[in-house]
Every structure is written in structure tokens, then in C-alpha cells.
């Protein structure tokens, strides 16, 4: 057995990363300033989004996107059960409805050939997550969106990196459509807390300006800078939505690694997918027939509780005994208290997002596993499993 605790997850930051963090430290300016707008830049040219607004987390880049999208009371916002309570939440707090539409179990993805018979005529975005990075299918989503006159908003927070038919996630051009990427810890790369909103929209990107500070016409640099000037005017009341220069400065060298990043998270995966496709105890998840490649945020097998005669919490307690950490992304959104009393959204409602979330567990994967860190983790799934004979 594994002598030290395997997490779930660890960021990789590099000494260039902590130096330049150092840097704005000392350069006497660190709130938003050269190093987010350079970030917002590089980011930019990376996805080819037209616009990029570097902010203090996904969860303030899809709040905005509902605001600069101008969803609001009396709006019914389509997404998936499987994701984080956040990308609903913000939908909440922008005085719209959520709508849940059931997932294909076998990607874990919002099922497309479902979003159709959830429309109303009070219906204005959809928000496909694009879960542990496999891009959604987003032919018919946006078909869909074009035909019907929605906006859409893609919750990227697994996925950057990621491509659809070989376009980059968050490289869409066309208007009302958005992109929000996450750089929490755990994420594709991380800014300790932070997110990017991306958008090919001239109008959501001015308001998503102006609503992350205050709804001030005028960033803080700008106005101190030595040829700024001190007045600025409010059109809407704003939030406080900004990302740090420090946080940025980790960024830019994250993003410089990206590739690379997900390029191991990768290879990690593909060794998982090999020691666990002839397992009965766990149920991977199947790629779809579309081009894409993979993002590998997390790698959420689901486990075989029939199979192995165990729940899958006990699954995690096994592991954790054998000092291999795990994770739960996610429990199905409508199975909390919160949008269950709210909704009336109960059991059985989406029945392909609970057989998902009854089994699912997200195993290690982050960059800096080595390659024995993988084979601990094989070795004591395998050791689980076998236990309950299979
Ligand atoms: C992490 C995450 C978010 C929120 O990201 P933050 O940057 O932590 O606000 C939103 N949606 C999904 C699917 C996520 O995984």
C-alpha cells in the first residue's frame, strides 16, 4: 500500500510563476492592472475569442454572461443536472428559471436530442457544461440556439483546452454565445482563484467590462495612471468581479504550460481507460462518435455498485484507506435541498443524471503525478474491485 496520501488534486505552480507574483508585489501595483490585461490578451490569442475578460472566478464570468446577456425574471435557462450548483445559481441570481434537461449517461453530457421538447416561448439561453472536459455536442446546441434566437452560454470550466470538431472551446465568434473558463485549484490551470469570460460579442463584452467593476466606465489603473483622469460615470450598477495582477501573473506561466498540462493529464487518462476497461467494477465513460479532443479536467468512472455489492461512498472509503484521495463531481444538481423545495425537482425527475450521480468518483489527475502515483491508484482500485470478486 501507498505510504503517503494521494490527492485527488494539486496545482503545479513553477518558481517563474511564484517570481512573478513576487514582481507585482513589489511594483507597488497589485489589484487588475498590466499583468490581467496581459493575461486577457495571451488568453485571447490562445482560444482566437475575439474578446477575453480575465475576473475572480467562473462563478462571476456566468453571472455576468446571464447580466450582459440581459437574462432576467419571467427567462427559463436550459442546462444539465451533472455540473457544479454554481452554473445554476448564478442563473438564480440573475432572476431567471432554470430548467434541467436530462443527461446521456454514457458521456455524462447534456443530451442534445433532449434540449428541444424543454423549450417554451420563455425560454432565452442554454448552458451546455462541457463535464470533466469532453465537449458537448454543439452542432445541434447551436442549430438550436440559431433557429430559436437563444443565447448561449458554454460552461467551459473542465474544458480549456479542449476542441469540438477541432475548434479550441471559447473560440466561438458568432454573437450571443459565451465562454467562461474556471481557474479555481483543482481546474486546467489556476490562478489560484480566477476565470475568463469569452465572447465574440462587441455588447457583452462592454457590459461584462463595465459590471465586473462597480459598473464604472473606468478601470482603476487607468484612472491613476499618470495621463488618467479621475472621473468616471455609472451606467449600471456593477459588481466587483475584477482578477488581481498577482493572480494573473500565475496565469500567464499556466497558460504558457497548458499544453503540456493536458497533454499529461491525458496520458494519464489513456492509462486508466487501458487497466480499467477490463475491470467489472467500474463503468468508464464512452467518447462520443464526433470529432473532439478531450479536455481531462477530472476522470469520473462511474463505480459498478450492483457489480461490486458496495455504494460508491464506500468505494471512496476503501480507497482513502489505501491513502488514495477522490473526489465527488458531482451529486445531481436537482437532489439538494435548495432547488428541491424551490422547484419541486425530486428523485426520479432525471433518471440518467441519478444513476450518474449514485456511482460517479473522480480519481486522481493532475500534471505532476508521476507515473508510480498511477500505478498506486490502478493497484488499489484493482484491489477494491477484487475484493468484491470482480
Ligand atoms: C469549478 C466550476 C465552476 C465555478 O468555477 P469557479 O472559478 O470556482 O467559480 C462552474 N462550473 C463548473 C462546471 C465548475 O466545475
Known amino acids: 500500500m501507498r505510504k503517503t496520501f494521494l490527492p485527488f488534486a494539486r496545482p503545479s505552480i513553477s518558481e517563474e510563476a511564484i517570481a512573478d507574483v513576487a514582481d507585482s508585489l513589489r511594483s507597488g501595483w497589485i489589484t487588475t492592472g498590466p499583468k490581467a490585461q496581459a493575461f486577457e490578451e495571451a488568453f485571447a490569442a490562445y482560444t482566437g475569442a475575439p474578446y477575453a475578460l480575465a475576473l475572480n472566478s467562473a462563478t462571476a464570468g456566468l453571472h455576468l454572461a446571464c447580466l ?74 447551436e442549430t438550436l440556439a440559431r433557429e430559436r434566437g437563444l443565447a448561449l452560454i458554454e460552461d467551459a470550466a473542465h474544458a480549456l483546452g479542449a476542441r469540438y470538431k477541432g475548434r479550441l472551446v471559447g473560440s466561438s465568434t458568432e454573437g450571443r454565445h459565451v465562454t467562461v473558463f474556471s481557474f479555481h485549484p483543482t481546474k486546467n490551470i489556476t490562478t489560484g482563484e480566477g476565470g475568463m469570460l469569452c465572447t465574440g460579442d462587441e455588447e457583452v463584452a462592454e457590459k461584462t467590462a463595465l459590471l465586473r467593476q462597480h459598473g464604472m466606465s473606468k478601470g482603476a489603473w487607468k484612472r491613476y495612471a499618470v495621463q488618467g483622469t479621475p472621473h468616471y460615470d455609472v451606467h449600471f450598477p456593477g459588481l466587483k468581479y475584477n482578477m488581481l495582477d498577482i493572480e494573473a501573473a500565475i496565469g500567464l506561466d499556466q497558460l504558457r504550460r497548458l499544453e503540456d498540462f493536458n497533454g499529461r493529464r491525458r496520458a494519464i487518462a489513456a492509462r486508466y481507460d487501458e487497466a480499467f476497461a477490463d475491470r467489472g467494477g467500474l463503468i468508464l465513460p464512452e467518447a462520443p462518435s464526433y470529432d473532439h479532443l478531450h479536455g481531462r479536467h477530472i476522470y469520473t468512472p462511474l463505480v459498478d455498485v450492483d457489480r461490486l455489492g458496495m455504494s460508491r461512498d464506500a468505494f471512496m472509503a476503501r480507497l482513502r484507506e489505501l491513502n488514495i484521495g477522490t473526489a465527488l463531481h458531482y451529486q445531481a444538481l436537482h437532489l439538494f435541498s435548495y432547488y428541491g423545495e424551490t422547484f419541486g425537482w425530486r428523485r426520479g425527475d432525471f433518471p440518467e443524471a441519478e444513476y450518474v450521480s449514485d456511482r460517479i468518483v473522480s480519481l486522481p489527475l493532475f500534471p505532476a503525478m508521476t507515473d508510480e502515483d498511477v500505478d498506486d491508484v490502478i493497484d488499489a482500485v484493482r484491489a477494491v474491485c477484487l475484493a468484491k470478486g470482480a
Do not use: Q, Y
Not at 83 to 108: E, H, K, Q, Y
Open 68 to 141: 450582459a446577456l440581459g437574462l432576467g425574471p419571467g427567462d427559463e435557462v436550459i442546462t444539465t443536472p451533472m455540473t457544479f450548483v454554481a452554473t445554476v445559481n448564478v442563473i438564480l441570481w440573475a432572476g431567471a428559471r432554470p430548467v434541467l434537461v436530462d443527461i446521456d449517461r454514457r458521456t455524462l453530457n447534456i443530451d442534445a436530442a433532449r434540449i428541444e421538447s424543454a423549450l417554451t416561448e420563455r425560454t432565452k439561453a442554454i448552458v451546455p457544461v462541457h463535464f470533466a472536459g469532453l465537449p458537448c455536442d454543439m452542432d445541434p446546441i
